[in-house]
């Protein structure tokens, strides 16, 4: 077929776009993101369950363009399994290159699965302050 | 999979009959329209040709059509043309919000040079007030520039009445034809217009080719130096297949127009109907009937229009949105804001826009593709769940 608006993005990127995972809420999570992009104004929520400061389950919800369903589908299974620690490891360039690369003007939409993961462990945090984790 | 395309106000595909006239002008008529000798002269009648055709459609004389390389040329030229030759006697410019960027830039332009730029605002529908223009008037003011139909929700604008008011201020008024012209009927006398700019690939001629009127004694400085052609308002050797086509184009519109407007007034109310009927939460932008025969434009709720477009060409079927996430400037549609749109609501706006090509067939393929295209974007989206 002809090139179209989906050749714009990856494979991989698309493949995320038309099958999203982890989309949806998590009742009672133990930390919640909640972030609007200052660049076109998309929303992006995401929810985490921590057991033993690993994170278990994560979901989003977006209202976004193809780029930041991708991201935010990519990031919740990225951080699947891993601890608090490694998961504020994760960056968006990390998310873009695990979706084989976004166009250059839609890189912004991965900073916001990016914040939108800071803004679930930072919520996380603070619920459970002295609980688990010594601070640095 | 056949694809539906419902894009036609970005640009129409070219009408075969077109291309046949263009081809001769690719091929063995190939002559300089500028060259004294028959090779040129050839070339220069089919030119002269067609400017005859398209002044007679609009109702204006032949000396009063530029040819250009298409709307956006026509446009600056109106506005700059207008600017540098009236300095003079004012530097007061009047317009309005939903203008096209070909308008729109050129005026910013200006305004870094030290015009005085007003910008109107428009109701809910996107119709500017003759009586506002009037009262913007003052005696610094030298164009008046109001779009014939706007492109994005397919208004279409009180021209004649603001041609009126314009002539009684003896102000020079310029409208943008491009979404009108071999669409619903423009005279330029009816219009009471000094400019106007059409282009060819609007309605079903080629791309690259487009036209000014400039009615006589309207002072307008060239907008290419150079050579002698177009009476010396646009130097540069004329595209002659292009100008070709543009004629050809314009016969066919012109006798098929009527009949066409109908059916697609006809496909729009189908397609309006049947989407307000089918998803909920959603508006249709623009005026309910003063509106371009051939365009849809509608706001879904809680979902982004870039997400839309890619699943809608999943599904093969062609359309545009005023998302700021579509843009490669990241800024939602103007035009939609300037309607008092919300940024969310001009975020999920869907534009369809209809052509010769469009079958009822294709109206229902929409209709059955979108709703569950927008439920799953909801179940998405976090927009949604904030409301209940
Ligand atoms: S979310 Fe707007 S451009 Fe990606």
Do not use: W
């Not at chain 1, 660049?39 to 193809?66: P, S, W």
């Not at chain 2, 003052?138 to 014939?148: A, D, G, N, P, Q």
């Not at chain 2, 009684?168 to 009108?180: K, N, S």
């Not at chain 2, 534009?351 to 179940?379: N, Q, Y």
């Amino acid at each position: 077929m002809a090139p179209n608006i989906r050749s714009l993005y990856s494979e991989k990127v698309m493949e995320h776009f038309k099958n999203p995972r982890n989309v949806g809420e998590i009742e009672n999570p133990d930390g919640t993101g909640h972030v609007g992009n200052p660049v076109c104004g998309d929303i992006m929520e995401l929810y985490i369950r921590v057991n033993d400061g690993v994170i278990t389950d994560a979901k989003f919800k977006t209202f976004g363009c193809g780029a930041a369903i991708a991201t935010s589908s990519m990031v919740t299974e990225m951080v699947k399994g891993k601890t608090i620690e490694e998961a504020l490891e994760i960056s968006n360039h990390a998310v873009a290159e695990a979706l084989d690369g976004l166009p250059p003007i839609k890189m912004h939409c991965s900073v916001l699965a990016e914040e939108a993961l800071k803004s679930a462990i930072d919520d996380y945090l603070n619920n459970s302050q002295g609980m688990d984790l010594e601070s640095e | 999979m056949k694809r539906v395309y419902l894009d036609y106000a970005a640009t129409t595909p070219t009408h075969p009959d077109v291309v046949t006239a263009m081809l001769p002008y690719l091929n063995d008529t190939f002559g300089n329209p500028s060259s004294i000798h028959s090779f040129g002269q050839e070339a220069k009648g089919a030119i002269e040709e067609a400017r005859e055709t398209i002044a007679a459609l609009i109702g204006a004389k032949n000396d009063e059509i530029v040819f250009t390389s298409g709307g956006t040329e026509a446009d600056n030229f109106a506005i700059k043309g207008v600017a540098y030759a009236n300095e003079h006697r004012g530097n007061h410019i009047i317009t309005n919000s939903i203008e096209h960027h070909a308008v729109i830039e050129p005026l910013k332009f200006l305004e870094r040079r030290g015009f005085k730029v007003t910008y109107l605002p428009v109701d809910q529908y996107g119709m500017v007030d003759p009586q506002g223009v009037r009262k913007a008037v003052s005696e610094k003011t030298i164009l008046i520039s109001v779009m014939h139909a706007n492109n994005e929700i397919g208004t279409i604008e009180p021209i004649a009445e603001i041609g009126r008011i314009a002539k009684e201020m003896g102000v020079y008024f310029h409208t943008d034809a491009a979404q009108t012209i071999g669409h619903i009927p423009i005279k330029v006398n009816e219009l009471g217009v000094d400019l106007l700019a059409i282009s060819a690939h609007k309605l079903y001629g080629p791309k690259g080719v487009g036209a000014l009127y400039v009615r006589k004694g309207t002072k307008v400085a060239p907008f290419m130096h150079g050579g002698e052609q177009e009476r010396r308002r646009r130097a540069s050797t004329e595209n002659v297949p292009g100008i070709v086509g543009f004629g050809k184009a314009m016969q066919i519109a012109q006798n098929e127009m009527g009949t066409e407007a109908e059916r697609l007034t006809l496909l729009r109310g189908g397609l309006i109907e049947g989407l307000l009927e089918r998803i909920d939460d959603i508006q249709l932008n623009g005026h309910p009937r003063k509106r371009l025969p051939n365009n849809v434009n509608v706001s879904v709720q809680f979902v982004e229009g870039e997400s839309m477009l890619l699943n809608l060409d999943m599904e093969g079927i062609a359309a545009s949105t005023g998302s700021a996430c579509s843009s490669s400037s990241l800024e939602p549609s103007h035009v939609l804001l300037a309607l008092g749109l919300p940024h969310e609501q001009a975020h999920g706006s869907l534009r369809f826009t209809l052509g010769r090509e469009t079958t009822e067939e294709e109206i229902e393929r929409v209709l059955e593709v979108l709703p569950p295209i927008v439920a799953k974007l909801r179940s998405m989206s976090p927009l949604l769940k904030s409301r209940v």
